[in-house]
């Protein structure tokens, strides 16, 4: 996401500094940019040093925070710089962060995104920004390269509120879709076949349509792990507990997805649910 994210950003004209904790991926950026307009940095402090906006798309909350508030990149953001957040770091990180870079007297925009790598890529992301409204309106711009809508939706915090409701019904789609397929099968029909009736139903779902080449073929890239699947659930079961609103099917979809990990398959695509239930139910 983050690697799809810096190539529209260049193309859309803006020069781009880009870090990883792995550094053969933001060089790998870099030198793929044939404008010239994207610079890999070996330390996070230089990258984000005179810059406008400052980007962040990490694993979760805690490497986040790390890399955000470690001295280095909070003495390097300039008071005029706006700190967006785009990962699903949930809403205890994203408190820490308001917190720490607010000491600092530094702009904070909480800013998860829906979508997979094909919406960066075709510039249909939606994000979903809080925090001050003239924090956002600034973010908007570089955000319009890669997101056709940005909803402001309130507070720092309510943006990861948002992705955490937006990924509950994702998640449990994806938990319901694989049980599907894995009932269709064990009844005797095709995988494609019970695709193909399921995209022109009810349920057909944007989820579902984008979905059918991971769910069919264990080959195809891999866009979201269930590693992240399960940490995604954890937020949104913790959330749910400091809300007081009863998940059970979100609980019982996060018992699926961490039996598949436990199984050695959490670097699989989350569609590689599907697989696991079927292959649960022949053995």
């Known amino acids: 996401m983050g690697a799809a994210m810096a190539r529209r950003t260049a193309a859309a004209g803006h020069q781009v500094r880009v870090w990883n904790r792995t550094a053969t991926a933001s060089e790998a950026v870099a030198s793929a940019d044939a404008s010239g307009r994207t610079v890999a940095h070996a330390d996070a402090a230089d990258a984000v040093r ?3 906006a400052v980007l962040t798309m990490l694993a979760n909350g805690d490497v986040t925070c790390d890399v955000l508030l470690s001295a280095g990149v909070v003495a390097a953001v300039g008071p005029e710089t706006v700190v967006v957040d785009l990962g699903t770091s949930g809403v205890e990180a994203s408190a820490r962060l308001a917190a720490g870079l ?6 904070y925009v909480d800013a998860p995104v829906s979508g997979s790598v094909p919406a960066v890529d075709a510039g249909t992301l939606l994000v979903m920004a809080s925090g001050t409204s003239g924090d956002v309106d600034q973010a908007r711009e570089v955000l319009s390269s890669f997101a056709s809508t940005v909803l402001h939706v309130g507070p720092v915090g309510r943006g990861q509120v948002m992705k955490l409701a937006v990924n509950l019904v994702v998640h449990n789609l994806n938990a319901a879709l694989s049980e599907s397929l894995a009932l269709a ?5 095709r995988p494609e076949d019970a695709y193909d009736v399921l995209q022109h139903s009810v349920v057909g779902a944007p989820f579902v349509q984008y979905k ?3 769910f069919l073929d264990p080959a195809a890239p891999v866009a979201m792990s269930l590693d992240l699947v399960a940490k995604d659930l954890g937020l949104i079961l913790e959330l749910g507990a400091r809300s007081g609103v009863p998940l059970g099917t979100t609980l019982a979809a996060f018992e699926q997805v961490q039996a598949a990990v436990a199984a050695g398959n959490g670097a699989d695509d989350m569609a590689g649910l599907a697989r696991f239930l079927r292959e649960q139910t022949s053995s």
């Open 102 to 107: 607010g000491a600092a007297g530094l702009r």
């Open 212 to 214: 059918r080449a991971a």
């Open 50 to 52: 005179g810059a406008d």
């Open 185 to 189: 099968a064990a009844a005797g029909v």
